[in-house]
C-alpha cells in the first residue's frame, strides 16, 4: 500500500532529525501522538501537534511519560497508528507500557532521541546509553524492534520503517535518535506518496464468531480489530490464550511467550539491516550505529590512508541483534572495533556473536559529545598490529 | 425500569459466561456492582458493539474480563490515559473505565484529575472498598483511620482522600457515590451518568469482607450490607467537602454533582476547526484495508 498523500510533503527540504521523524510518522500514517515535553526530543511532538490537525491526526499533551506510553496503546486498539516520543527520564518511565505492548501485541512506535544520564545527566548533550534499556527495560522475557538513523533523511525513512515493522509483526519499535542526529539540519528529500511503501494495519477479514483475537496467521502474528467493530475482544497484560482470556499456567505462559519471541527472531532476516563497507579481506572491521558511525567513518578513512585493511559494518537494526553479520565476519579478521556513546553496551553483543573467533575492542565514551575520531582509529591500528 | 419476564437472567448477555466462575470471594460486592452495571446498560438501551470498558488492575481491574463488551485490561493505574487514547482515536466509542480505589486513586491518581480537568467523555466506576484486596489488604489513599491493614499491623493514622471532593474540583461534571446495599439507586444513577457528556464519577463503597472486614472484626459480606443500611444518608447535591469517610460514621451517599462543562473531543475539533478553516481536517480512523485515507485514495498533489 501507498502513502496518504494528504500527509506526505514531497519535496526537498532541510531539516533537523526531530522533525524528519515526524514527517516520517505522518508520511507512514500516523495519525495520532501523545507526548510530555523533555529535552531533546520535544520538537517532534510540537512539529506534529502543528501538523496533526491538517491531516487528520489528534495530538494530546499527557500528564507524564506513563500516560503517554499508554494512551497511544488505547488510540491503537481505537483504530489509527499512533507513537510517542521522549528521551532520558521519559523513556525510564515507559518501561512497564513497553512490555504491556509487547504482551498485547500492540503495534506502536517509541522515538527515543537519547540523551546522557543515568538520571537528569546531560539534557542537552548526545549519548547512546539507552541501548540494552530499549531492549531489556520491561519486566520479562520479549522481543521488540530497534533502528538507529544516522542522518536526519535516515529519521524520516526509519520511522517509515518502524511503523511498518510495527504493523507487520505486531510489537512496539523503537526509533533510537542520539541529540546530535535529532538536532542536526541537513537535505532530506521526502519522495512523492505513491513510491513509500507503507503496511497497512492487518484488519481481519474474519467474522466475529469465527475470530480469535490472539491466533497467529502467517510469520506467527495474530491480525487485528479495532474497538466498536462487534468483536468484543478482551485484551489483558496477563499470560492468555488465543481468545485473550487469562490463562496463567506454565504451558500457556510457554506457548505465548516464546511465540512472542520466535515472531521476532525467526524473521530476523528481513528485520536486520545493515551497511557493510569492505569487510572482504578486511583485518579490522569497526561495527557502529548511530551518530557514531559518521564519526568512525573518519576514522575508516585515516586508517585506509595508513594502509590499514579496514572494513566497516554500520548497524541500523540494533534489535534484533544482528548476529548473523557478526558471527559469519568474526572468523576472516584480526578484530572488531566497537566505539559507542556509552561504556559498552552493543560491544557485549558483537562479543557475544563473535563467539571468541576474533579480538573485540570497545571504544568508550561517556557522552556529552561525539568521539574524537582518534581515539577510534587508535583502536583500529592496535588491532590491525 | 422494572423487569419483564424474560426466562434468563438478563444480565447474562452482557457477561462472557465461558469465563465464570469469577474469581471473586463470596460476599465480595464486586459482582453486586457488575450486576447494577448490566442493569444500566439494560436500562439505557446502551449500543453494546459501540461500549468499550477499560480496567486497571485489581480485583476489580478483573470486570472488564468479565464483560462480554470490547474490553481492555490494563497496567495498574492506567486504565484512565488508555482510555483516553482509546476514546481520542475512536469518538464514537462510548468508553467506561472500571477499577479500584487503589488503582484510580494512588498509582492513577495523576490521570484521574487530569482527564477530570481536560472533561474527556469518560465514565469512571470506582469500586472502594478502602482497601488494596488484589495483593491482601495493604493501606490504599481511601483507608480510613484506625483500620487494621497488612501494612498497618498497629492501625492506619495516614490521611483519607474524600473521592467526590476531589474529583469535582478537577472537573468532573457528574459524581455520585453509592454502596452495593443501593442496587437501584446504583444502576440508575450509572444509566443517568452514561446519558451524560464529559467525565462522570461514581464511586460504589463494597465490601471486602476477606481482607478488610475480617482484619477489622467487621463480618461477612451481610454484616457489610447491614452496615450500608444503618449508617448510609441519601442527601442528594451534597456539599462534597462534608462528605468524607470514617471507620463506622455516617456514610453520606446520592448524586452529588450534576453539571455542565465543555466536553474534551468536541471542543478539540471545534477550536481547531475554526483556527485552521480550510485546512483543518477531521480525525478519521484507520479504513477497512488498513490504511489511513479513509477510504478512497485521492491523488492531489504531490510536488508542492
Ligand atoms: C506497577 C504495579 N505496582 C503494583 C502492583 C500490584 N498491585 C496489583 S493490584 C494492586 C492494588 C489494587 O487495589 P485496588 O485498585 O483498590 O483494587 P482492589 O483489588 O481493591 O479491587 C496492587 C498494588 C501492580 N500490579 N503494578
Ligand atoms: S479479596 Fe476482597 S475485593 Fe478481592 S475478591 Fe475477595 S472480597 Fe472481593
Ligand atoms: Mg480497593
Known sequence: MHADPQGVLTGAHFLDGDHAACEGAIAAGARFAAGYPITPSTEVVERFAMRAPTVGGTFIQMEDELAASITIQGAVWGGVKAFTVTSGPGFSLMMEHIGYAAMTETPCVFINVQRGGPSTGLPTLPAQADMMQVRWGSHGDYEIIALCPNSPQECFDLTI???????????????????????????????????????????????????RLYEPEANQVPDMVKAGDGYNIHVTGL?????GYPDMTPPMQDVLVKRLQSKILDNADKICLFEKENVEGADVVVVSYGITSRVAQRAVDQAREKGVKVGKLRLITAWPFPERVISEIAPTIKGFVVPELNLGQMVREVERCAGGKTRTVRVSHAGGTVHNPESILNAILEVAR | MSSVAIPQNPVEPFLRSERMPHIWCPGCGIGTTVNCFTRALLDSKADLTKLAIVSGIGCTGRVAGYTNLDSFHTTHGRAIPFATGLKLANPELNVVVYSGDGDLFAIGGNHLIHAARRNVNLKVICVNNLIYAMTGGQTAPTTPGDVITSTAP?????????????????????????????????????????????????????????????????????DAMKFYKQVSKIKHGAPTSEVALSKSGEIVVGKFVDRERPEYIGTMNTYLEQQLGERYVEPHTLSDDGGCSGGELEVISCNR
Not at chain 2, 191 to 212: D, H, N, R, W
Request: charged share 25%; aromatic share 14%.
Open chain 2, 154 to 222: 498497629y492501625g492506619t493514622y495516614d490521611p483519607a482522600f474524600n473521592l467526590p471532593y476531589l474529583v469535582e474540583a478537577a472537573g468532573a461534571v457528574y459524581v455520585a457515590r453509592w454502596t452495593t446495599f443501593h442496587v437501584r439507586q446504583l444502576a440508575k444513577s450509572m444509566a443517568e451518568m452514561f446519558q451524560k457528556k464529559g467525565f462522570g464519577f461514581i464511586e460504589v463503597l463494597s465490601p471486602c469482607p476477606t481482607l478488610y472486614q475480617r482484619r477489622n472484626k467487621m463480618g461477612d459480606g451481610l
Open chain 1, 161 to 211: 520503517k518502524a511503523f511498518n515493522f510495527s504493523e507487520q509483526y505486531r510489537v512496539p519499535v523503537f526509533v533510537m535518535l542520539d541529540e546530535v542526529v535529532g538536532h542536526m539540519t541537513e537535505k532530506v528529500i521526502i519522495p512523492p506518496a505513491e513510491e513509500i511503501e507503507i503496511e497497512p494495519r492487518h484488519f481481519t477479514k474474519k467474522a466475529p464468531k469465527d475470530f
Open chain 1, 239 to 243: 499470560t492468555h490464550d488465543q481468545r
